[in-house]
């Protein structure tokens, strides 16, 4: 039996792709990865991740969003930075923490364009369901991506 590893997904807000990495996380690897996520800053819970996710059938609606400190007496193994803010300011972890970039599209970043082109509701939303897929593509790898 493997143990579980304690994976920290971090991003700038700890909103959007975090969290939906966080859900799949829990929904398909609960059994391998203890996992986490939090933001460098916390802009709280965006409604869009929030009802993409449920599409899919994972329920992060409870998630809260969380400043990476409330995370300091948390041992992490891996930090994986799924945003290019977060990689770049990505704080010191004690213990050896291994981290990880693996940037994913902003999708309320991309919602905004399109709305901006008058781009149709479900054209945003098609934004995060893309990333939505994307992560969980990622996630489906785990832990085996990550480990040495």
């Known amino acids: ?22 859900g799949w996380t829990r929904h398909l690897k609960d059994d391998r990865v203890n996992v986490y996520s939090a933001g460098i800053e916390t802009h709280g819970l965006n409604p869009s991740a929030v ?35 977060a990689h770049e300011t990505c704080p010191f972890f004690p213990g050896g923490s291994k981290v990880v970039h693996v940037g994913f599209d902003d999708p309320p970043h991309m919602a905004k364009e399109i709305a901006e082109k008058g781009g149709s509701a479900e054209e945003q939303m098609d934004c995060f369901r893309r990333v939505r897929d994307d992560i969980r593509k990622f996630v489906e790898t785990l832990p085996e991506a990550l480990v040495d």
């Open 51 to 85: 009802k993409v996710m449920a599409e899919a059938g994972v329920d992060i609606s409870g998630h809260k969003s969380q400043h990476i400190d409330e995370l300091r007496d948390v041992p992490i193994d891996i930090v994986v930075t799924v945003c290019n803010h």
């Open 1 to 22: 039996m493997m143990n579980k590893i304690n994976l920290l997904f971090l991003c700038t807000g700890n909103s959007c792709r975090s969290q939906m990495a966080e």
